[in-house]
């Protein structure tokens, strides 16, 4: 049974039986053998595992600590998996910090050790069978006890590497869409009398307005007040801090950048207008479709005489309108609040070329690096991008 699950756990590998001996070789290459004690560490545990656990009495209760130990993450789950169903008379208990395993365990009670005082005083809790976040995000930021902030992308995106700075206080999170982490919030927030933990999120703008960014930052949801986090990385005081380090002129690189984008929104103009006019009228779509009566009839006339209110025109001009004085009075603030053109704006800014950083990436790993340094310039870009975070909108 101990050959059977060892293989099973590991299928690029044999062992081979031999008379006081146990030897291992690579699948098909039997003539390759090599003797049990020269298994590597991983190969060993496993077997140990299997060995302990299938000579284990009937119905015992099996203490396994730190169960990832020396055993690569993509075997825990299955070697555990095949060892638990050779054994169902045994109950198991896991101790492990590995989040993906604990999860793993489907059917398992969960406890969260979060300390102990000594003298057999531990402190913990016994998370709920089903919460309304997935359990592996809810362990792992329990994990953490700090406050947490969900976040869009991914641990790779520009939103995760610059808050992660900025926020070292906070156990951020990554989950993708902005829909994922306004949920998120809700639902940890909701969980708060059970885990004390608050939880916040940071979505980026986009083409919300004034009244959406009050309405989040109510549910602690953060708002940019920039279109998307892209835009973070030109900011003034960021590019200014940039071009200090680089030993260029950082007013005569600012003004190129501002120079560079407006002209850039400006040939983008009607593309943007068209953006913002058509969540516009997906909001103005949404008002006309709430209705008072309750008779069909005079359901389908209420919601007609909505739609056919909506002057779309009018939205239309009011929008362009807003854009086109953007442009004549080179406001360079509003303009990175309103252009949402991912992984164009950099490019078109030639802040790299004007700091000589080779390309967009090497300018945020560089804008990071700035910030982690602890200096009047890191201090001065996580205060300018922090002040561009909308947290208590009126």
């Given amino acids: 049974m101990v050959q059977k699950i060892w293989e099973a756990t590991l299928p690029h590998r044999r062992l081979l039986k031999k008379a006081g001996v146990i030897e291992t070789y690579p699948a098909g290459q039997e003539r390759n053998s090599y003797n049990a004690t020269e298994m590597s560490d991983g190969e060993r545990v496993i077997f140990y595992l299997i060995g302990e656990v299938v000579c284990a009495p009937e119905n015992s209760i099996l203490i396994i600590d730190e169960p990832e130990m020396h055993i690569h993450k993509s075997l825990v789950k299955k070697l555990f998996d095949l060892i638990e169903n050779e054994r169902l008379d045994c109950s198991f208990v896991y101790l492990t910090h590995d989040i993906d395993f604990a999860f793993s365990r489907q059917t398992a009670t969960k406890i969260w050790a979060k300390s102990y005082d000594g003298s ?27 406050p947490v902030v969900f976040l869009e992308g991914d641990n790779s995106s520009i939103d995760y590497e610059l808050y992660n700075q900025i926020y070292s206080d906070y156990t951020l999170k990554s989950l993708g869409s902005c829909e994922k982490v306004i949920h998120s919030v809700k639902s940890f927030n909701e969980q708060n009398g059970f885990h004390h933990i608050e939880s916040f999120g940071i979505i980026d703008r986009d083409r919300r307005v004034n009244e959406d960014v009050v309405r989040l930052n109510a549910k602690s949801i953060w708002v940019l007040d920039v279109a998307e986090s892209e835009n973070l990385l030109l900011l003034e005081d960021v590019v200014k801090s940039v071009c200090e380090h680089m030993g260029k002129n950082a007013n005569e690189v600012f003004e190129a950048v501002k120079t560079n984008l407006l002209s850039f929104f400006s040939s983008q103009l009607e593309s943007q207008v068209l953006l913002h006019f058509k969540e516009a009228l997906r909001r103005k779509m949404i008002e006309a479709s709430n209705f008072e009566t309750r008779e069909i009839g005079e359901v389908i006339g209420e919601v007609d005489a909505n739609f056919t209110s909506i002057n779309k025109q009018e939205i239309y001009d009011g929008i362009r309108l807003e854009f086109e004085q953007i442009i ?30 080779k390309n967009k990436r090497g300018y945020l790993k560089l804008v990071v690096t700035l910030l982690k340094r602890n200096n009047s310039i890191s201090e001065k870009i996580s205060k300018a991008i922090d002040e561009r975070i909308v947290k208590n909108a009126t």
């Fill in 328 to 357: 004549n009075t080179k406001d360079f603030v509003s303009m990175l609040r309103v252009f949402n053109l991912k992984n164009a704006l950099i490019p078109n800014s030639n802040i790299c070329e004007l700091t000589d950083v």
């Fill in 120 to 146: 057999n005083v531990w402190d913990y809790e016994i998370l709920a069978e089903e919460t309304p976040i997935p359990e592996q995000l809810y362990l792992e930021v329990l994990g953490s006890r700090k």
